[in-house]
Nanobody
Framework: QVQLVESGGGLVQAGGSLRLSCAASGRSFSNYAMGWFRQVPGKERESVARISWNGGSTYYADSVKGRFTISRDNAKNMVYLQMNNLKPEDTAVYYC?????????????????WGQGTQVTVSS
């Protein structure tokens, strides 16, 4: 079992930066692949970035490549999403998620553990 709590969302102007954090509690955090997903009303939840259990592999949506960076600190049970050069279309609720197994999996339904989400709003 893993419990996840996101923080760091907020309101930022286009071109600005935010850093999201996800604090994990429970056993064997380092055994889990982690992901950041986002969702806007009326749309499906989409994968933004994912990271393997040891941080050795990372994956990004095309829309955020070069702007977002996912990282993790297994000693602190933390996952981060550094978001730079934010755009209004990045506005969404951002969720942290965990799964046992490969981080190459992109489908949200394959992630068994979720945080409550944090709102990111980018103004133009």
């Amino acid at each position: 079992q893993v419990q996840l709590v996101e923080s760091g969302g907020g309101l930022v102007q286009a071109g600005g930066s935010l850093r999201l954090s996800c604090a994990a509690s429970g056993r064997s955090f380092s055994n889990y692949a982690m992901g950041w997903f986002r969702q806007v009303p009326g749309k499906e939840r989409e994968s933004v970035a994912r990271i393997s259990w040891n941080g050795g592999s990372t994956y990004y949506a095309d829309s955020v490549k070069g702007r977002f960076t996912i990282s993790r600190d297994n000693a602190k049970n933390m996952v981060y999403l550094q978001m730079n050069n934010l755009k209004p279309e990045d506005t969404a609720v951002y969720y942290c998620a965990a799964r046992s197994g490969s981080s190459r999996i992109i489908a949200p339904e394959q992630y068994g553990y979720w945080g409550q989400g944090t709102q990111v709003t980018v103004s133009s």
